[in-house]
C-alpha cells in the first residue's frame, strides 16, 4: 500500500510541535493535579503521528493537500 504524502512541511513542523506539547501535559495526569484535562495529553500522538508520516486521513477525506510536489526537470 503506497500511501502518497498530503501534508506540507510547515503543517508538519506545527503538528510534530503541538503533539510534543500535548504529550508533555501526560505526566499531569500520574504526578500533578489528577483532571481530566491532564488525560488529554494523550491525544498528542495523533498529530505527531501525522506530522512525522506526512499523511492525514482527514485531509484525504475531503481532498485537501498541502504537500508540494518535487519539481522534475525534463530533458
Not at 26 to 49: D, E, H, Q, R
Amino acid at each position: 500500500m503506497n500511501i502518497k504524502k498530503n501534508i506540507g512541511t510547515p503543517d508538519r513542523i506545527a503538528r510534530i510541535v503541538l503533539g510534543i506539547i500535548f504529550l508533555l501535559i501526560v505526566p499531569l495526569a500520574f504526578t500533578g493535579p489528577k483532571t481530566t484535562l491532564a488525560y488529554l495529553g494523550f491525544f498528542g500522538i495523533i498529530p505527531l503521528l501525522a506530522g512525522i508520516s506526512g499523511y492525514c486521513p482527514p485531509y484525504a477525506l475531503l481532498g485537501i493537500n498541502t504537500h508540494r510536489r518535487e519539481r522534475t526537470v525534463n530533458q
